[in-house]
């Protein structure tokens, strides 16, 4: 009995590393913000394998913490199919000071051995001051 739960242990870890996903870097922000507000700038990597995460150089917001990292990953076993998901994520709290049109330069990571980036964050930043 011993042996077969080894054995199926092993499958389940094979076929999760077989039927992973590919890696993706994505950037999370919300199109507008007020002037004044923190809001959370979001980076986030769907591997556990990352290392030299460059963020980028966060001009015309007060950085009011970041980056902080977070680890996630979840397995699913649902009638014999395996699914399993990982990421880790990279997060900015800012806020701005005076409204105007904002883009926030990309960051760079290396995930699973490869070299990852991504482009840019658009920000709109209404006249609404509280």
Do not use: W
Not at 24 to 42: H, M, Y
Not at 83 to 102: D, Q, R, W
């Amino acid at each position: 009995m011993k042996k077969l739960i080894v054995i199926l242990m092993a499958l389940i870890a094979y076929s999760t590393h077989v039927f992973a996903d590919k890696v993706s870097f994505t950037a999370s922000a919300p199109d507008a913000v007020v002037v004044g507000e923190q809001f959370r700038l979001s980076y986030i990597v769907t591997t556990q394998k990352v290392k030299d995460f460059r963020a980028p150089s966060i001009k015309g917001f007060d950085v009011l913490m970041g980056p902080s990292r977070s680890q996630q990953s979840s397995t699913q076993i649902v009638n014999g199919n395996v699914t399993s998901t990982s990421s880790i994520t990279f997060t900015y709290i800012l806020m701005a000071n005076n409204a105007g049109e904002y883009t926030i330069p990309g960051a760079s990571i290396i995930a699973d051995g490869d070299q990852m980036a991504v482009s840019y964050t658009h920000l709109t930043l209404p006249t609404i001051l509280r």
